[in-house]
Each structure stands twice: as C-alpha cells, then as structure tokens.
C-alpha cells in the first residue's frame, strides 16, 4: 500500500463550480500537510499548507485535514480556468529529518 | 531574487550511459530535494541533502547517487540508465532542516533515455 493515496483523474468541471480533491494516506505520524500546483510544463508550487487537524481558508481555497480518518481535501470555489492544472497533495512527519511524501497529483480542467 | 535553477532543461541518453543533472537552490537555502516524476506516477522521493549531507534517501538502487557542493548547489548522477529512467528530474530547495514542507521547486530536467 502507498502511503498516500490520490485519484489521478483527469477530473474536468465547469467554471464557476466548486471543486474537490482528496488524498488518504496510512502513516498516521504525518503532522503537515499540504498541497501542491504544478501547471503544464512546470515545477509544482506550494498552495495551501496546514500543520495537523483542522481547517484553513485562503481566498477560494480551503484545506481541510480529518486525521482520524487520514484524508485531507482541497476545495477550489468559483472555479476558473486558469486553475486546470495537476494538483498534488504532500506530507511529513514531525521530525526534521522526515522526508516529504507526495501523492501522484490530480489532473484538473476547467471548462470555460 | 533567483528561483531555483536546474540544467540541462533536457537530456538524451542511451541505455548504460550516464546521466549528470544539477541544481542551484535559492539564495540562502541549504537543503536540496531530488524528486523523481515519472508518468503517471506522481513525485518519488530521491534524495536530500542539508549542509553538504545527504538526510535521507528514497527507495532507489544506488546507481542513483548525488552531492551537494560547499556553495549548496547539488548534482544528481544516474548511472548504467535504464529505460525506466526516463522521467521528469526535479530539484527543490528550502531554507533548511526545520523545513515545514514548502519547497520551492525549479522547472526540471527532462532525461530520456533510449
């Protein structure tokens, strides 16, 4: 079993709809979490990051982590096209030698 | 201020040939992350390096190995490639061992091998 899990997709909605993505993982040692954008072509670049359980709000993104279930969730609102990209999430654990686990990333489209 | 930087943008190789890819982090920066992404399957773990050490390592075979210079620059080496090998090559730094999980990734560097 992979330690994080991550539909690949590709996932395609309309602009404007409200988007969710998810990734579960089994080390329950992971304290942060986060997620990841990488347009076509590029290096992924940090999104959203949250440190253990709880909710985080940034514009039209939210991050939510349910660590008793060890499944984190983005939600995009008012979707655009310019968020179709591969979104990825990522996790550590609480050491500062902990390596960064990353999940094999959601392809996401957005129809204008 | 300068991204981090990776060349060659692209290589090609022949099979049992050796690949050198290298990176310079941000400014400031002292860790250096390789990740390897393939097709289809996300970003695997290669190696990390802080201060010139190497802090961890994925689950590859050591023909993967690589270095990190006294100016925090690193290099990846691939040796006796492999068909699978081919994949996208990214490098990404961060300001150190107390490091949170935000990297700052470069662009990449696309091997393929033949």
């Known amino acids: 079993q992979k330690e994080v899990e991550q539909d690949p997709g590709p996932l395609s909605v309309p602009e404007g709809a409200i988007v969710s993505l998810n990734c579960t993982y089994s080390n329950s040692a992971f304290q942060y979490f986060m997620w990841y954008r990488q347009y076509s072509r590029k290096g992924p670049e940090l999104l959203m990051y949250?440190?253990?359980?709880g909710n985080k709000e940034d514009g039209r993104f939210t991050a939510q982590v349910d660590k008793s279930s060890k499944y984190i969730s983005l939600f995009i609102r008012d979707s655009q096209p310019s968020d179709s990209a591969t979104y990825l999430c990522a996790m550590k654990e609480n050491s500062s030698a902990s390596k960064i686990i990353f999940g094999s990333g959601t392809r996401l489209s957005i129809r204008p | 201020e300068a991204g981090v930087t990776q060349s060659p943008t692209h290589l090609i190789k022949t099979r049992g040939q050796q690949a050198t890819l290298r990176c310079s982090p941000i400014?400031?920066?002292?860790?250096v992350y390789w990740y390897q992404q393939a097709l289809g399957l996300g970003l695997q773990f290669l190696l990390w390096?802080?201060?010139?050490?190497?802090?961890n390592r994925g689950n590859f075979p050591p023909r993967f190995s690589g270095r990190q210079f006294p100016n925090y620059s690193s290099e990846l080496n691939v040796n006796a490639l492999e068909l699978e090998d081919s994949a996208l090559y990214l490098c990404?730094?961060?300001?150190?061992?107390?490091?949170?999980?935000?990297?700052?990734f470069g662009e990449g560097s696309r091997l393929t091998v033949l």
């Open positions: 990404a730094s961060s300001p150190g061992l107390l490091n949170t999980g935000e990297l700052f």
């Open positions: 400014s400031g920066h002292t860790s």
């Open positions: 949250t440190y253990s359980s």
């Open positions: 390096y802080d201060e010139g050490e190497e802090r």
